[in-house]
């Protein structure tokens, strides 16, 4: 089960610097996300451990780690982002409604407050954020929309993010 990730604050107490690179790229992801106001959850983990029963956890993004590429001066990870919600659904006939082509569901709905969510976290991230804590991030121009997915329930946007940062391993933590 994907936990959401304010419970693992608590790996970083006690840490030195040098070790916590990691955790420096995945909290600049989970405080600009929550930093949006869209977002209620930040999860991090396998997307299909996501608990679409616990509906309190939505508007949520899940994290999901993809790559490192070290080299003797910096450290790129690369992340998998999913903003995600769980659409609601109306057991009318969509026939018989006012305005059918909206369907009897809200995924559209969804499709829009994900797609502001991710403009919104890209616009927050490239205005200084990442400056001031040495880091350089790329984010993809591209997000794909996705419906259904874990269990036919979650539907949003997805993307990928690579956050550039010093090597810590070196003496100084920059070279």
């Known amino acids: 089960m ?3 990730f304010q419970r693992f604050g608590c790996h970083t107490k006690g840490k030195n610097e040098k070790e916590m690179s990691y955790y420096k790229a995945t909290e600049l992801i989970k405080n600009t996300a929550q930093g949006t106001g869209l ?3 930040v999860t991090h983990g396998n997307f299909q451990d996501i608990d679409v029963k616990r509906q309190t956890l939505f508007p949520l993004l ?4 993809v790559n490192l590429v070290v ?3 910096i450290v790129t990870y690369t992340y998998t982002l999913f903003f995600c919600d769980l659409p609601d659904f109306n057991k009318e006939d969509q026939y018989k409604m006012a305005a059918p082509w909206w369907g009897t569901d809200n995924t559209i709905d969804v499709l829009n407050q994900m797609s502001l969510a991710v403009q919104m976290f890209i616009d927050q991230l490239t205005r200084g954020v990442s400056v001031d804590n040495k880091f350089q991030v790329a984010v993809t121009n591209t997000g794909t929309f996705f419906t259904n997915k874990v269990e036919n329930l979650l539907t949003g946007v997805q993307m990928d ?4 940062m010093p090597n810590s391993s070196t003496t100084d933590g920059i070279c």
């Open 2 to 4: 994907a936990l959401p």
């Open 39 to 41: 977002i209620t959850t």
């Open 161 to 164: 993010i690579n956050i550039t």
């Open 71 to 73: 080299t003797s001066s």
């Open 62 to 65: 899940h994290v999901v780690p």
